[in-house]
């Protein structure tokens, strides 16, 4: 990640320091959900699931090496605490980016199948061309995404991102979490039709993408759906 102090990201995310003996001390590894992936330097977010909550593990994190632990509620650890853990990690981010934009290209796609594989080609491929981070497997959801954008450095020249959807504004929020300056839709088949609700509502909930993409101003290609035939 891009070295932020606990003081720097608890603004960012609007939390409050609670057992934060040093507020300068600097994030310096990845950001994990998992305490058994924390290492030195890194930050834990504590995620609240069905079957596990993370804040049961804030302090095996800390021993594992992380500096503090964005959570809900207070924990026996040094945190960042926060009305919403998942809406933190999206912000932080955001943040990110933000920071990295003159230096990143950020490629996002998306489609009713193939994504996977396809990151894992593109990825390849730009490789060759500078430092390209992208998920492992298929993160791609409201976690996967933001925790594959944090891996970013300041030498990271391309940032692949798959982007998974259950329906209509799923992929508007992971977008506006990760401006993407290269969108590839895939394809509009009949995966998880039910959740959609038919093929055009797929369509349209897929195409949230494309208008992520910068504008003619900023750039970019215009109104690209009118660019896309048949669309």
Same mark, same amino acid.
């Given at each position: 990640m891009i070295a932020m102090t606990v003081r720097e990201i608890a603004g960012l995310v609007g939390g409050t320091l609670d057992r934060v003996d040093d507020p300068d001390a600097t994030i310096v590894g990845e950001v994990v959900i998992d305490s058994r992936e924390a290492g030195e330097g890194s930050l834990f977010v504590a995620i609240a699931g069905e079957r596990v909550d993370g804040h049961d593990f804030s302090g095996a994190a800390i021993r594992n090496g992380a500096v503090a632990v964005l959570a809900e509620h207070l924990v026996d650890a040094p945190a960042i605490i926060v009305p919403d853990a998942l809406k933190a990690l999206g912000a932080l981010s955001r943040e990110v980016l933000v920071r990295a934009a003159a230096h990143v290209t950020v490629v996002g796609l998306t489609g009713s199948a193939g994504k996977t594989s396809t990151k894992d080609l593109l990825a390849q491929v730009l490789e060759q061309f500078g430092q390209t981070i992208a998920p492992v497997g298929s993160f791609n959801n409201e976690i996967g995404l933001p925790l594959t954008a944090l891996r970013l450095s300041p030498e990271t020249e391309f940032l692949v991102l798959e982007m998974g959807a +259950?329906?209509?504004?799923?992929? #508007?929020?992971?977008?506006? @979490?990760?401006?993407?300056?290269?969108?590839?839709?895939?394809?509009? &088949?009949?995966?998880?039709?039910?959740?959609?609700?038919? +093929?055009?509502?797929?369509?349209? #909930?897929?195409?949230?993408? @494309?208008?992520?993409?910068?504008?003619?101003?900023?750039?970019?290609? &215009?109104?690209?759906?009118?660019?896309?035939?048949?669309?």
């Open positions: +259950r329906g209509k504004g799923h992929i #508007a929020y992971l977008a506006s @979490l990760t401006p993407p300056r290269v969108g590839l839709v895939l394809n509009i &088949g009949t995966a998880h039709m039910g959740e959609f609700g038919g +093929r055009e509502q797929t369509a349209l #909930a897929k195409g949230e993408l @494309l208008d992520s993409l910068p504008t003619a101003a900023e750039g970019g290609l &215009g109104d690209i759906r009118e660019a896309v035939v048949g669309w």
